[in-house]
């Protein structure tokens, strides 16, 4: 008999990467139109287990409207005697996997940020109580991953229930990333990959170290030992970091050669602590992303739960969409909330000194974290609406880019300097062209003899050799 016959649905890896679109959504669970919803695994003692008990508070799925969204929660309770606590984060990111394996069922996301949808089409089919959804998820942990012994699961549609309960779930997540703060990735000799999110992004590997938390802020360098000891075929491996090629842009040669294995050779370099150059890739499931904002010179960070425009006009659809799909995009970098409390973060780029707005909330979790001087230098919605606006608070405020701005003005000021000019090994963000003379109708409408000027802005410039000779007349 096969494990899933009794399902009304097919049950199987070729269901993932299937997505729901609300036109064919019977239900969702979760998503961003919720202010409450979250998943969460804990460990307990066998004998506080009902191993395969399911309860529901709240409706159940054929109780809740067609094509309609509700707040969510859902607690998986796991015992078993190879269980331990940095086993939980990992054991509820498998959640992802596992949903997406059921026909007509979609899983996007972590934690307080899920998004589930169910199909039209697979309900008619009966897929229409969580008692079936409960009975795939019991059926699919104990086949997959046989240290858990025991199991059981509530589901919560209740809004009061689900709102109660948020905080404490907040409050567990919090504790999970607390451990692993102060560990240095100079410290390990290895990190570790993930690849949950390859049905979606078939080119992106999480790269977990204890500074740079996975993109989803569901596993920590913690978490990822512990799941690759007791799972060692699994989605989360260790990577040997090999020999260091730049500590500022975080390089490790090991973690290249992985990431060209587990990319079939689409991706070859990546740079952990910067979003220019060989950026670390994503895949959509982030908590949220550092976009670049050439107009200041600057990165806005915006998370998964803002609902409205960023600075300069895009949402975090947009600028999601922009980033996902395993590929590498210049000036966008995926990230978890937890990695904006590293050291490392955007290292390479600049720090804190380069980040010049953000929404409020995510300031107000993170400011202990961040360097005092610069909290009140950074704009958040409530302080600005548009780029002009951002320029004025900046200089106002004398943040750290606005001298920059300076440097960039003086160079382009200043006169050529005759007949040589000295090229650094790697050219800067702005990079002034020596002045030439137009010889007569170059260009429609300006005299011929006239001395113009180039400046090239955040350009990338790459050159096998330069050549400069001095002509003689």
Same mark, same amino acid.
């Given at each position: 008999? %096969? ?11 070729? $269901? ?22 979250? @998943? ?51 054991? +509820? ?32 089919? /009966? ?7 409960? @009975? ?6 104990? %086949? +997959? ?20 309960? $948020? ?70 491996? +260790? ?14 040669? /090991? ?9 079939? /050779? ?11 150059? $060989? ?19 600057g990165y806005g960070v915006v998370h998964r739960n803002y609902k ?42 600049? /720090? ?5 707005? #953000? ?9 202990? $974290? ?61 990079? #002034? ?41």
């Amino acid at each position: 008999m %096969s494990l899933f016959e009794d399902i009304p649905v097919d049950v199987g890896i070729i $269901y993932e990467g299937e997505r729901i679109r609300g036109r064919d959504m019977q239900i969702e669970l979760g998503g961003p139109r919720e202010e409450y919803k979250f @998943e969460l695994v804990q460990s307990k003692p066998m004998d506080k287990i009902d191993d395969g008990k399911i309860t529901i508070v709240g409706r159940d799925i054929s109780e809740l409207p067609e094509g309609t969204n509700t707040p969510f929660g859902m607690v998986i309770e796991v015992g078993g005697a190879e269980i331990e606590k940095d086993l939980e984060g990992v054991i +509820e990111r498998r959640l992802h996997e596992y949903v997406n394996f059921i026909e007509g069922f979609m899983h996007l996301n972590q934690r307080y940020d899920i998004q589930m949808r169910l199909s039209k089409k697979s309900y008619q089919k /009966g897929f229409n109580s969580f008692k079936v959804f409960g @009975e795939v998820l019991l059926r699919l942990y104990k %086949s +997959e991953l046989p240290f858990i012994e025991k199991m059981q699961i509530t589901f919560y549609t209740d809004p009061e229930k689900v709102e109660e309960l $948020y905080p404490k779930a907040i409050e567990i997540y919090d504790g999970r990333d607390a451990r692993a703060r102060g560990m240095s990735d100079d410290e390990v000799d290895v990190f570790y990959g993930c690849s949950l999110c390859q049905s979606f992004a078939p080119t992106h590997l999480c790269v977990i170290t204890p500074q740079r938390y996975a993109n989803c802020g569901a596993i920590s360098w913690f978490d990822g030992r512990a799941t690759a000891k007791v799972d060692p075929k699994g989605p989360v491996f +260790e990577v040997t970091k090999g020999d260091l090629i730049d500590a500022v842009t975080g390089e490790y040669a /090991g973690v290249n050669q992985v990431l060209r294995e587990k990319s079939l /050779g689409e991706i070859e370099r990546v740079q952990l602590y910067t979003a220019f150059g $060989y950026p670390h890739t994503s895949c959509g499931c982030f908590e949220g992303c550092a976009f670049y904002i050439p107009e200041v010179d600057g990165y806005g960070v915006v998370h998964r739960n803002y609902k409205g425009e960023t600075v300069n006009g895009l949402s975090f659809v947009t600028i999601s969409d922009l980033t996902a799909g395993g590929r590498q995009v210049d000036g966008f970098h995926g990230l978890s909330i937890e990695y904006m409390r590293s050291p490392k973060f955007l290292q390479a780029d600049g /720090g804190w000194d380069r980040v010049v707005w #953000m929404p409020k909330d995510i300031m107000d979790r993170i400011k202990e $974290y961040m360097p005092p001087e610069i909290i009140p230098k950074i704009a958040t919605e409530n302080d600005i609406e548009d780029l002009d606006q951002l320029k004025a608070w900046l200089t106002e405020r004398g943040h750290p880019i606005v001298d920059t701005w300076k440097e960039e003005e003086a160079v382009a000021e200043a006169p050529a300097a005759p007949q040589q000019m000295a090229y650094p090994q790697q050219m800067p963000t702005t990079f #002034m062209m020596p002045t030439m003379e137009l010889p007569a109708g170059a260009v429609p409408g300006l005299p011929s003899g006239m001395n113009i000027r180039i400046i090239l802005k955040n350009a990338k410039i790459k050159a096998e050799k330069v050549i400069i000779r001095v002509e003689k007349e």
